[in-house]
């Protein structure tokens, strides 16, 4: 099985920059993807992380480290709208299956 | 674009009674996948589907059943309803596993 780990909630200032971590544990690692998720509405893909290393889109990054199963959201010049919960979903290869299992997510509260 | 629509946005049933929730995907992936969402738990895996006819338990089958009788479709069936399957219900799908996955906008159930 695997363990995933997002912090539950966070709060950061219009315009600042706030990193989203998540911790893992799986036994055949294939890939970490970045969901955001605003109320009432579908998850909606941000970024997927297969390598070491940092993936840069726009405003959004997100940087993976394999060895110590742990990957980061970094969110810069935060808006209102980023306000929302931030899943981490990582894929398993280790018996043949290749479902993402998500984290519990990060509730992001962006005030002014 | 992707779409995944799910038949309803809200739905009120009666404990005991059989629940048919509807999901249709409209660009021919191969797999489908049934979630609840419930705050604190994230995104749980009912059942998945990787081919017509074909299905596979998740981690909490219990309670819920389903049926792919077209590709395009993967219709989740609560057999008698009960209370503590009030939830959010995310249909998904993707065409290969290293693709990120495609959500619809979900059910909000409510068993009373």
């Known amino acids: 099985g695997q363990n995933i780990d997002q912090p539950t909630e966070m709060t950061a200032t219009e315009g600042a920059i706030v990193q989203i971590n998540c911790t893992y544990q799986?036994?055949?690692?294939?890939?970490l993807f970045w969901y955001q998720q605003h109320a009432g509405e579908a998850p909606t893909f941000l970024s997927y992380n297969v390598l070491d290393g940092l993936e840069e889109k726009g405003r959004f990054s997100s940087f993976l480290s394999r060895s110590k199963g742990y990957s980061y959201l970094l969110l810069k010049e935060l808006q209102m709208k980023d306000s929302a919960s931030y899943l981490c979903a990582v894929r398993d290869g280790a018996g043949g299956s290749y479902i993402p299992t998500f984290g519990r997510g990060t509730s992001l509260i962006v005030h002014p | 674009d992707v779409k995944v629509t799910q038949s309803s946005r809200y739905l009120v049933k009666r404990t005991g009674e059989k629940v048919f929730l509807e999901c249709v995907q409209d660009?021919?992936?191969?797999?489908m996948f049934w979630y609840r969402q419930d705050p604190g738990l994230g995104l749980r895996l009912i059942y998945f589907s990787y081919d017509v006819k074909m299905k596979e338990k998740g981690d909490i089958p219990e309670g819920y059943s389903v049926s792919r009788e077209k590709k395009e479709r993967f219709s989740l069936i609560l057999e008698s309803a009960s209370t503590n399957q009030t939830s959010m219900y995310l249909c998904?799908?993707?065409?290969?596993?290293?693709?990120?996955?495609?959500f619809g906008d979900g059910t909000r159930l409510s068993i009373l």
């Open positions: 660009m021919d992936h191969e797999n």
């Open positions: 799986t036994s055949g690692f294939n890939g």
């Open positions: 998904a799908s993707i065409d290969s596993f290293n693709q990120p996955q495609h």
